[in-house]
């Protein structure tokens, strides 16, 4: 089982401006799948608090460094953040968020080579209905071949239909191969 700490092998990772938006993280040499490469970290602070300071850039009203983990506080990587506030979102991500005792942790999905940006699924969930106007309000910019056009999680209806879509467009191309 990986490691909860960071590895550390010296500077693996680093902030730069990513063609995906703003600054981004980067891998400096290789990085192997289930490798751990850093903590989310910040002010650790209630949701009540972070209402309050919401947004950070009356700019960019849904942009913030906040992380939700489970005991329902808030890490607030824009007080007493580090690097990995700057990992942006990917719907075809190469890292993952693992929470552990209120504590968030990076790691790598996959085997991550020198030069590629980190990333990983906000899966931002929102209680409310997924409407054109709230997806537009929180757009991606992943350019994946999965992008799904918003930070916003998939409801849980949204996947039933990707599947069942996807189901039928195998069985669509199984019987297509049948009949060559």
């Known amino acids: 089982m990986p490691s909860k700490s960071p590895t550390n092998g010296g500077r693996r990772i680093q902030t730069r401006r990513s063609g995906v938006h703003g600054n981004g993280v980067f891998a400096v040499q ?5 490798e751990t490469l850093i903590e989310y970290k910040g002010e650790l602070i209630t949701w009540k608090e972070a209402l309050k300071r919401h947004p950070h850039d009356p700019s960019q009203p849904n942009h913030t460094f906040y992380f939700h983990i489970d005991d329902g506080r808030v890490i607030d990587g824009g007080v007493k953040g580090n690097a990995a506030r700057w990992i942006n979102h990917s719907c075809e991500p190469n890292c993952e968020a693992d929470e552990d005792k209120g504590r968030v942790f990076i790691k790598a999905l996959r085997n991550i080579a020198a030069g590629e940006e980190l990333s990983y699924d906000y899966g931002l969930i929102i209680d409310e209905p997924y409407t054109k106007k709230l997806k537009a309000d929180f757009p ?11 930070l916003l999680a998939p409801k849980d209806d949204e996947k039933k ?11 669509k191309a199984k019987k297509k191969d049948d009949k060559h």
Request: hydrophobic share 10%.
């Open 30 to 34: 290789h990085i192997s799948e289930g």
């Open 140 to 150: 991606c910019w992943c350019g994946s071949g999965q992008c799904r056009g918003t």
């Open 161 to 171: 239909d990707k599947k069942k879509k996807k189901a039928k467009k195998d069985k």
